[in-house]
């Protein structure tokens, strides 16, 4: 199965921004919701923001609310996540997937290798 692709992660200093790219080939997003999972060591993984098809409806974790904003560019098949006023707890690897509401899309399993996100304080 195609999986997505994840870059942009890195290392920034706490209060610091980046903007993470998902890249789909194949429409596996196609007619879906957009979503962004991350998962850091020692948990499982969580819901961060999603985002509707037609990209006017988006959901947000409280933990990330005001800080990050979800948008998707159907035509090119990808997604974005930018990350303003980072904070040392949103070290994590971060995914993106296929989703309904903030959850995954029931029977996804085609997981990419996820992008690094290190938030030294």
């Known amino acids: 199965q195609v999986q997505p692709v994840e870059s942009g992660g890195g290392l920034v200093q706490a209060g610091g921004s980046l903007r993470l790219s998902c890249a789909a080939s194949e429409g596996i997003f196609s007619n879906y919701a957009m979503g962004w999972f991350r998962q850091a060591p020692g948990k499982e993984r969580e819901f961060v923001a999603a985002?509707?098809?037609?990209?006017?409806?988006?959901y947000y974790a409280d933990s990330v609310k005001g800080r990050f904003t979800i948008s998707r560019d159907n035509a090119k098949n990808t997604g974005y996540l930018q990350m303003n006023s980072l904070k040392s707890e949103d070290t994590a690897i971060y995914y993106c997937?296929?989703?309904?509401?903030?959850?995954?899309?029931?029977?996804?399993?085609?997981w990419g290798q996820g992008t690094q996100v290190t938030v030294s304080s």
């Open positions: 997937a296929p989703a309904t509401g903030t959850f995954v899309l029931r029977g996804f399993a085609s």
């Open positions: 985002i509707s098809w037609s990209g006017g409806r988006s």
